[in-house]
């Protein structure tokens, strides 16, 4: 996750936890004031209000806790859309949290315009982290924008600031004003379905056929990675080591006895459909732990390969994300 600069990058507390799979992401609106061509967000959610804990839809306020306990969460990132459209429900979820978990749950809230003292004090013992998104336009006089002046106010208001912005032409602009941050993350510009016209029209292509990196937008950061406040997030790291590790709290909060968890944080468990209904008598004995829904009969996979002739139906080994999540692979007994 590091940078390839010679310095050991100080992350940030909330990149710390995000590191460890240990934050759940809280999309608090789809709606933005700005428009940026790189904007990542999905169809589903652009624009929208719906809020979001990690990719589940919440209504209430016990959704977002159990959401968080799922994933034993020490910490949020509040994220949009634009938050501060909606400062009255960040300030509600915060509060929900810290009273919740204690005041160590972390958060950190991601804002694309420059907030002044004003929008900035509600947050203050609610929000640990301000991360500023200023639009590319302004990096080359980042020192006289609105958002040298919040850098300013949050610091003296007590949060952690930094600024976290793509990989795009021009970030080592940014160096002007890093002697003021605490960090500054550098994201591998990615690609995805909303931003991919943008993309092409700007003559930019996938990096590889893996990852939704972008070609040659991780060269953009190097010139930046000699100073140990900035860190580079890649896209292949976002992938892998986060989701993994974020799956893998998941599952251990929530695989039954008998589910498998691999070291990808998926679960795995064996499938039986029943020919007539009938419970077999080697299930019935209690002798396997097993779950049954309607035709279905689930459990251990090995006791499923294991028994594999004496039970009658069709047999499967299933891999699946943890909590009822994507099935992954199927795989016929
Ligand atoms: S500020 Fe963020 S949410 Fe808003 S348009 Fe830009 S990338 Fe999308």
Redesign the pocket.
Known sequence: MSGTGENTPLLSRGCVLCYEGAKMVLFVT?R?????W????SEKR?NGDAIYANDRVVTTPADIIEEAETMSALGSGI????PFLVLDRVVRSCRLLKEHFGPDHHIHL???IAPTEAQLLPLRGLVDEVRL?P?QEVWGRILESPYARSVRTARRLGFSIGIEV?SLPDIEALRAILPELDFLNINELEWSETNAEAMRARGLDLEDGLHNAVGGAAALADMLLDDPKVHFCSSSFKDSVQLRERLRRIAENTARPFDEITRDGTVVYGVLELEDGALPAILSEHRYDIEVSGNQVEMAWWVLAELKHELPGKKSVIERYPNGGIILEVTPL
């Open positions: 789809g933005c004031g700005r428009d940026c790189y904007c990542p967000i652009r994220t949009g859309g634009e991601y804002t694309g998104h639009p793509p």
